[in-house]
């Protein structure tokens, strides 16, 4: 009897999940995820921090969020970062202009945030301390290869890209371009941080 109702229930759960919407599950996982009691002020700020950037930009672009990046040694917050997957495939400039505009947004959101300022490493939080990461996919998960970008990352105050091998016995970069944040901030229009 009891092998009958686990299946029963087995099967309700899946019925059940199959039928809430995709937000309703991230957001259950979410809180489930992050137990706040065991977290110190400065780690619940930076989950809040992280969770309301990723949720905005996600709202707003078709790409998804899936990691975060923080270094913290000794709750001193050094670095926060994001990483985002891309289900269409992206241009350079389209790229270039979401790694500025997201890595603005995070910096924004930390500089506004007034109760996680005692915990920054240095203050003010500048674009170096800030990292976002988009790795580029078509609509069916797939890498694109040389010569399209594969990954665009924001790291350090710097743009990089890189493209993958065709060959699938190589793993690893093919090629490898970088673009200081200036210069990326010259080559995307005035107005189109969209």
Not at 61 to 88: A, D, E, V, W
Not at 163 to 178: P, W
């Amino acid at each position: 009897m009891k092998f009958i109702f686990f299946i029963f229930f087995c099967l309700f759960v899946c019925i059940l999940s199959f039928y809430l919407s995709v937000d309703f599950r991230d957001k259950i996982l979410y809180w489930f995820d992050n137990d706040d009691k065991h977290l110190s002020k400065e780690e619940r700020l930076v989950n809040q921090i992280l969770y309301e950037t990723s949720s905005s930009i996600e709202k707003t672009h078709q790409i998804k969020n899936f990691g975060t990046l923080i270094s913290m040694p000794g709750g001193r917050i050094q670095k926060l970062g994001l990483s985002f997957n891309s289900y269409q495939k992206l241009s350079k400039e389209k790229m270039r202009t979401y790694l500025l505009e997201f890595g603005e947004k995070l910096l924004h959101n930390i500089t506004l945030n007034e109760e996680i300022q005692p915990f920054l490493n240095e203050r003010p939080f500048t674009i170096e301390n800030v990292e976002i990461y988009i790795y580029n996919h078509d609509e069916k998960g797939h890498w694109p290869y040389d010569p399209e970008i594969g990954l665009a990352h924001l790291y350090r105050g710097k743009v990089i890209f890189k493209t993958y091998h065709h060959d699938d016995k190589k793993f690893g970069n093919k090629n490898e371009s970088e673009e200081t944040y200036e210069e990326a901030l010259q080559l995307v229009p005035r107005g189109d941080k969209s």
